[in-house]
């Protein structure tokens, strides 16, 4: 959940996205969506705020890019499998309110799945959560890599775990993840994706269509089309 923070406000919330952001599946519907803040398994237990959808947005040139990493994999027998894509703001805003409330009975399953290791008032001074994403400005992307019977490849640590066994050349992952991480990193490398290296799954488009803004309009197929 690590953010970069840029230089200028959020834009006014809006229902639709500015001209040159796409759904991923016009683009390649070959690439796996699995959206885990439109459902519940994620670290806040529920459906964040702004997913309307179970769908991937991205500017145009990012999701351009993840096709062509895509054809690349397939001919070496693995899929792409994208977790989460364009954040709005309102959904960033509620994981910052999330992380200042304390943890209850129904909260036990998520933190042994997300954040065994780490208190939950601990998750923003420590950086796992911020006030601002990258996802916000439209050219992130939270991606991991599946066989081509859907399995997800073993990356020695799940999507959103808070903890250093994340960062991506952690040295205590090794064998069958390093190489997964390692193959995932250079064929989203070759296509122009930078790896946040405190996050195996966290890439960045770059040049990024919108460097400097951070939207706040739905996660919705319709906010996309003209």
């Given at each position: 959940?690590?953010v970069?923070?840029?230089l200028?406000?959020?834009?006014a919330?809006?229902?639709?996205a500015?001209p ?7 683009v390649?519907?070959s ?7 439109a459902?519940s398994?994620?670290?806040t237990?529920?459906?964040v ?9 991205l500017a145009?040139p990012?999701?351009e890019?993840l ?13 792409l499998r994208?977790?989460?894509?364009y954040r ?6 509620r994981f910052v ?8 009975p129904?909260?036990?399953a ?7 290791h780490v208190?939950?008032?601990?998750l ?7 006030e601002?994403?990258?996802h916000?400005?439209g050219s992130?992307?939270d991606?991991t890599l599946e ?7 073993d990356?020695?640590t799940?999507?959103?775990?808070f903890?250093?066994?994340s960062h991506?050349d952690?040295?205590?992952?090794a064998g ?13 490398g ?16 770059r040049?990024?269509?919108f460097p400097?803004?951070y939207?706040?309009?739905?996660v919705?197929v319709?906010a996309?089309?003209?």
């Amino acid at each position: 959940m690590t953010v970069v923070v840029g230089l200028l406000a959020v834009l006014a919330g809006g229902a639709a996205a500015p001209p040159g952001f796409a759904a991923l599946r016009e683009v390649d519907p070959s690439i796996r969506q699995d959206m885990r803040y439109a459902g519940s398994r994620n670290f806040t237990g529920g459906v964040v705020d702004g997913y309307e959808e179970p769908v991937c947005l991205l500017a145009r040139p990012a999701a351009e890019a993840l096709r062509r990493a895509q054809r690349v994999l397939l001919r070496r027998g693995y899929s792409l499998r994208v977790y989460d894509c364009y954040r709005p703001q309102r959904a960033v805003d509620r994981f910052v309110r999330w992380a200042r409330e304390p943890d209850g009975p129904g909260d036990r399953a998520a933190k042994a799945e997300f954040y065994p290791h780490v208190e939950r008032n601990r998750l923003i001074p420590e950086g796992y959560i911020a006030e601002k994403s990258g996802h916000s400005r439209g050219s992130t992307v939270d991606v991991t890599l599946e066989d081509l019977s859907g399995r997800e490849v073993d990356m020695g640590t799940a999507f959103d775990f808070f903890d250093p066994l994340s960062h991506t050349d952690d040295p205590r992952i090794a064998g069958g993840a390093r190489a997964g991480r390692r193959l995932l990193g250079r064929a989203l490398g070759e296509q122009g994706f930078v790896n946040l290296p405190e996050e195996w799954w966290h890439f960045t488009f770059r040049p990024e269509a919108f460097p400097d803004s951070y939207f706040d309009f739905p996660v919705a197929v319709a906010a996309v089309r003209p």
